[in-house]
């Protein structure tokens, strides 16, 4: 079935800078690859998501691009800003294996923006 | 406004008993699922529904079980069978090929 990596597990960055999250997946027929963002005691939100028929889509500071020969997708977050510390979830949705039809997440990168 | 909403917030259990966590949604999707969350741990699929009156188990369904009577509704319950049930769980929903909508969680605590 769909397998989801992600890295780093952990990241720290110093405000105004970039971070990038790497996911890779392993069915290739995977076409939907949503980013989430879940603070503290909540539930995970949708912030970005892309299409495997898009290289890269960009919403103010975020963009997401997707490389669908290498099987990897990244979350792009310019100009930080301590309200994006946060954990980061990537997702690959499936059609096939034991979770037909069904997102699968990748482990989360917990992002720590210092000021 | 359309949403997904669980309840209660916070749930405590006792040894041996059962609770049932309540997952409703206006947002008219079609498919719905229950996650549970462990400290700094990722997301792991319990149960899942992607029509009315019928439902498959997830990675880690043992301990657990759920119905889905209606469309707007699907609660998990914890049995007693789960021997350590503390954890955070999530519902979701969603239509086909699309992202999900989560809820805000319930935290279960075993006392």
């Known amino acids: 079935g769909e397998n989801v990596e992600q890295h780093p597990s952990t990241l720290s960055v110093q405000e105004g800078d970039s971070a990038v999250i790497k996911c890779t997946y392993s069915d290739s027929a995977s076409n939907y690859f949503p980013w989430y963002k879940q603070e503290l005691g909540k539930g995970p939100q949708l912030i970005i998501d892309?299409?495997?028929?898009?290289g890269e889509k960009k919403d103010q500071r975020i963009a997401v691009t997707l490389n669908k020969t290498a099987k990897h997708f990244s979350l792009h977050i310019t100009e930080t800003q301590p309200e994006d510390s946060a954990v980061y979830f990537c997702?690959?949705?499936?059609?096939?294996?034991?979770?037909?039809?069904?997102?699968?997440f990748g482990k989360g990168t917990k992002l720590s923006v210092k000021p | 406004d359309g949403g997904i909403t669980q309840s209660p917030k916070y749930l405590f259990r006792k040894e041996g008993q059962n609770v049932t966590l309540s997952c409703e949604q206006n947002l008219n999707h079609d498919a719905m699922y229950w996650y549970r969350q462990d400290p700094g741990q990722g997301l792991r699929l319990i149960y899942y529904?992607?029509?009315?009156?019928?439902?498959q188990k997830g990675d880690i369904a043992e301990g657990y079980s759920v119905s889905r009577e209606k469309k707007e509704s699907f609660p998990l319950t914890v049995t007693s069978a789960q021997k350590n049930p503390t954890a955070f769980y999530l519902c979701?929903?969603?239509?086909?090929?699309?992202?999900?909508?989560f809820g805000s969680g319930t935290r279960l605590t075993v006392v």
């Open positions: 529904s992607q029509i009315v009156n019928d439902f």
């Open positions: 997702a690959a949705y499936t059609t096939g294996g034991g979770s037909q039809g069904n997102l699968i």
């Open positions: 892309i299409r495997s028929n898009v």
């Open positions: 979701a929903s969603s239509i086909v090929d699309t992202g999900y909508t």
